[in-house]
């Protein structure tokens, strides 16, 4: 196929040179928004009288014809194109004629692509909102679920104190409301058109950018256009957003597997979201989890493979930018695969209150209860924590627990102990104990949902 701007050479580029060059392979993705970029761009030439109406009235048409053929399958993308951008305006001169040439007037790939990305985008984090909320919601009816469910809270994976199971899963509901409004963020700021700034200096036809940016639903429009054409920080943006997003799924895949082994037998998940083994009969692996897990390392180098294309280039627009997308398609890709599996494997999980009830009572995770037992009573606490210390010493080498050792032993550790011990270390009086705001006690837990089911109604 001869190149559109063949006219400058006298030799076509060499068949391995073309391969590399070219981009259709991943670009072609874009198909719908570079045609609504074109069609903003067409209907803005003709009322600025830069093209004649009737030249615009063909460019419309024949891009709505190419969109609904691409969409029916009729039509398939030329494989042999350099990009998507060359081969809609091949295609489109095929079917209109010259009237077909006149579409790139006052544009350039360059403005051109900088606006198909954030088009792309913008359409992809919608998608990904939307899954994160669903996320939120599955997360929000199992904390709503549990509220009375005590399990062991872990600091360095060691039992520490005992929590509800609501309050644990809220923690993963607040991450992930901050990521929803970090995307949101990132979002708002890419929402600035770049289509314009041309090559890169803009152009000497009267266009108006600002009807072709509102005409496509921006904020307005980039500023300068060196930078229109050059900047991909949203790019970065949006790509740490889900680096933190994975990052989120991942700490939360971790604790899926580990509760789900025979170990913790925490949770179990459902038959739909796990595997078996193809030898081991017995064998029931959180094989969504692990792989969410795993993921995660893809989108962490999609963001460095963006941040390390883009460091050295100078201004403004250079082919190594071409290699911004697939890194893109990639994170967008695998985000979405995660969040589509995560949601409902979280909202089918069954979980073993029973099973996280034997582990609390088995850790001391009531120890803490008991310094401040003795600290309410006027002992200071550190000499109230160096007693306890002591105490829990003595039941492990006893192979006892704080809940059966008998006043009399307590005593002789501090006189201050008396009978009213046992009511300050049962479980459900420690939880229930824990009144600050942001605590696990009842009231911070309602809070919490409260806060939550907002959010949901809100976003
Ligand atoms: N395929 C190119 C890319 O993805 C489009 C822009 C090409 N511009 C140029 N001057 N070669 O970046």
């Not at 305006?89 to 006052?106: M, Q, Y």
């Not at 041309?198 to 000497?204: K, P, V």
């Not at 824990?434 to 837990?445: H, K, L, P, Y």
Request: charged fraction near 25%; proline fraction near 3%; hydrophobic fraction near 40%.
């Amino acid at each position: 196929m001869e190149k559109m701007w063949a006219g400058r050479f006298s030799k076509a580029l060499d068949r391995n040179a073309d391969d590399f060059n070219s981009s259709i392979r991943f670009d072609c993705r874009m198909y719908a928004q570079d045609i609504k970029g074109s069609m903003a761009h067409a209907a803005m030439l003709a009322a600025r009288g830069i093209i004649p109406q009737e030249d615009a009235d063909q460019i419309l048409s024949g891009l709505e014809g190419i969109l609904a053929d691409l969409q029916s399958g009729k039509l398939e993308i030329d494989p042999a194109a350099e990009d998507i951008h060359m081969f809609m305006e091949s295609e489109l001169t095929k079917r209109i004629g010259d009237a077909g040439k006149k579409l790139h007037t006052a544009r350039s790939r360059n403005d051109q692509v900088a606006l198909d990305i954030r088009l792309y985008l913008r359409d992809e984090c919608a998608v990904i909102l939307k899954q994160l909320k669903d996320l939120i919601a599955a997360i929000y009816q199992q904390a709503a679920d549990n509220q009375q469910t005590i399990v062991p809270g872990y600091t360095h994976l060691q039992r520490a104190q005992p929590i509800m199971f609501a309050h644990h899963l809220l923690a993963y509901a607040m991450m992930f409301m901050r990521d929803v409004t970090r995307l949101e963020d990132a979002c708002d700021r890419m929402n600035y058109c770049p289509l314009g700034s041309c090559a890169l200096a803009g152009t000497t036809y009267p266009t108006d950018r600002f009807a072709v940016a509102q005409a496509l639903g921006f904020k307005g429009i980039t500023e300068n256009s060196i930078d229109g054409v050059s900047d991909r920080d949203f790019c970065i943006e949006l790509l740490s957003c889900f680096a933190t997003v994975m990052m989120h799924l991942s700490r939360f895949s971790e604790e899926v597997i580990l509760w789900s082994s025979w170990e913790f037998h925490f949770i179990e998940l459902d038959d739909s979201f796990t595997t078996g083994s193809s030898i081991m009969p017995q064998k029931k692996n959180p094989d969504i989890a692990e792989l969410v897990r795993g993921k995660t390392g893809r989108v962490y180098g999609d963001l460095m493979t963006t941040l390390t294309l883009l460091k050295g280039l100078p201004l403004a627009y250079n082919k190594d930018m071409q290699e911004d997308k697939e890194a893109i398609f990639d994170a967008v890709d695998t985000v979405k695969q995660c969040l589509a599996c995560f949601a409902p494997m979280i909202e089918t999980m069954s979980v073993k209150q029973e099973n996280m009830l034997a582990a609390a009572k088995n850790g001391f995770i009531n120890a803490t209860d008991l310094a401040d037992y003795l600290a309410k009573k006027g002992i200071p606490f550190r000499i109230a924590y160096k007693a306890v210390g002591q105490i829990v010493g003595y039941c492990v080498q006893n192979n006892t627990v704080l809940e059966d050792l008998p006043l009399a032993v307590y005593q002789q550790f501090h006189d201050a102990f008396s009978s009213d011990l046992y009511d300050a270390i049962d479980l459900k009086h420690c939880v229930e104990t824990r009144i600050s705001q942001g605590g696990t006690g009842a009231e911070s837990i309602q809070h919490q949902l409260e806060t939550v089911k907002a959010f949901l109604q809100q976003h």
